[in-house]
């Protein structure tokens, strides 16, 4: 069974996280920023895309940088089926600005910047 892996330790990382259905089970989060690789983040170990593989990982990319980072996937030799681009709705849709606050307040509560 392949581990899940979430793609970004952001405010997206964070809802996505916490609003995953229950059965997705998530083994660590995964970052361009080497200042974060190595750290916890929501208690889960940030890894480096160098870290990741394709043969054993499934990816939840929770960023606003999704098309870089689909990219960088692909040319890691991930298979689209095994990629996932998460957009919360609460982070990216204007219209629900205080649902987005609400989302915003609770990470930053927990240091998520």
């Not at 660590?28 to 990982?57: M, Q, R, W, Y």
């Not at 990816?59 to 996932?84: D, M, P, R, T, V």
Request: with cysteine.
């Amino acid at each position: 069974m392949k581990k899940n892996i979430i793609f970004g330790t952001s405010v997206a990382g964070f809802e996505y996280l916490t609003n995953k259905p229950d059965d997705l089970i998530i083994s660590a989060f995964c970052d361009n920023d080497e200042a974060k690789v190595g750290k916890k983040f929501l208690g889960l170990p940030t890894i480096s895309p160098n870290d990741l593989d394709p043969e054993i990982h499934n990816i939840y990319i929770c960023s606003i940088f999704y098309n870089e980072i689909l990219a960088q996937l692909l040319a890691l030799k991930f298979l689209k089926e095994s990629i996932e681009i998460v957009r919360p709705q609460s982070v990216l849709r204007l219209e629900n600005i205080n649902e987005a606050l609400t989302v915003l307040q609770k990470a930053t509560k927990i240091g998520i910047k």
